[in-house]
């Protein structure tokens, strides 16, 4: 059980985003910068999310009729523009993933905020407006960047960890919401295999890598709770493996109670709950010993 559930519209027992981070090649040029240009293997990697699944995972979501959200670096924004069209003439969510996939950890200061603001250019100049949600790269968000986030009125942050359903995120400056990611229901861990940047875990089969993402829905679904993959078009929608996440998804939407919307909509139904739970950052003030 959970002790805050948060009542879904049309009395819907559970809320449901699959959210694809686009990454594309951008992980080998910030792990490698001085030759990725030249590493042809994980670029093509990359690049079979805005060229293969992509059009693949957008044509599900049209037959089906359900709007979803993305996140994806500016870099890639502009370097796969046309990805980004099909996702917009199909109504979907395009979200802040930094530059080029920069570690807010490790790229701090004016560095982070000029990497923010320019990806920020890109979303601007691509759709017409701002973006409304934001997820960090390796998810490792930092004060920094949520007073980035605050500062830019966005709406809310998807990279924390700290609740089963979404809860609030409060500053001195204002607040957010937190729509929480964890690793139970990212393809990273099951499917990822990617010595370049240092991951090496053996690929598990379809159904077992997905199985545990469909047992985390069948406890979110029985709380009434919250149910959101954090999923990579180089991983996820790879042929074997869509097909079974587009099954999961016919039988879902067909037999379940169920409201699968883009996090940008479950925001604004958030302005309408009254007692979401807080969290007030920062959590310290400085190093703990
Ligand atoms: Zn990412």
């Known amino acids: 059980m959970i002790r805050n ?3 879904w519209p049309n009395g819907a027992r559970c809320a449901c985003a699959i959210t694809f981070d686009m990454d594309a090649d951008s992980l080998i040029h910030v792990a490698r910068p001085e030759d990725s240009s030249d590493r042809l293997y994980p670029i093509s990697m990359g690049r079979y999310g805005p060229e293969v699944a992509i059009p ?3 044509a599900t979501y049209r037959r089906l009729g359900i709007k979803q959200s993305f996140f994806i670096p500016g870099w890639c924004m502009q370097t796969y523009p046309r990805a980004v069209e099909m996702m917009l003439e199909d109504g979907h969510e395009i979200g ?3 530059w080029i996939h920069e570690d807010p950890i490790v790229t701090r200061g004016a560095a982070q905020e000029e990497a923010f603001e320019k990806a920020l250019e890109v979303h601007k100049r ?10 960090a790269p390796v998810y490792n968000i930092t004060l920094q960047v949520v007073d980035l986030l605050v500062k830019h ?26 729509m929480p990611v964890h690793w139970g229901t990212d ?9 370049e ?6 690929v598990r089969g379809p159904s077992a890598g997905l199985g545990a993402f469909w047992e ?3 406890a979110q679904y029985e709380a009434g709770g919250f149910f959101m993959l954090i999923v990579h078009p180089f991983l996820t929608g790879r042929l074997a493996r869509w097909r079974l996440v587009e099954q999961w998804l016919e039988l879902t939407l067909a037999e379940r109670d169920v409201w699968f919307a883009p996090l940008e909509a479950i925001a604004d139904h958030l302005d309408t709950v009254a007692d979401l739970r807080t969290d007030h950052l920062p959590y310290y003030d400085g190093p703990q010993s």
């Not at 691509?126 to 997820?135: E, I, L, S």
């Not at 609740?163 to 409060?170: A, E, I, S, T």
């Not at 940047?197 to 053996?202: E, L, Q, R, S, V």
């Open 216 to 218: 985390e829905f069948e």
């Open 56 to 58: 693949r995972i957008l």
């Open 5 to 7: 559930p948060i009542p």
């Open 187 to 195: 393809d990273w861990p099951p499917f990822a295999h990617y010595d």
């Open 197 to 202: 940047i240092g991951y090496m875990m053996p």
């Open 126 to 135: 691509m759709t017409g407006k701002t973006p409304r949600g934001y997820r």
């Open 96 to 98: 802040h993933h930094g």
């Open 153 to 178: 009125d966005f709406r809310y942050d998807s990279s924390m960890m700290g609740d089963d359903v979404p809860y609030r995120l409060q500053t001195a400056q204002g607040s957010l919401y937190e």
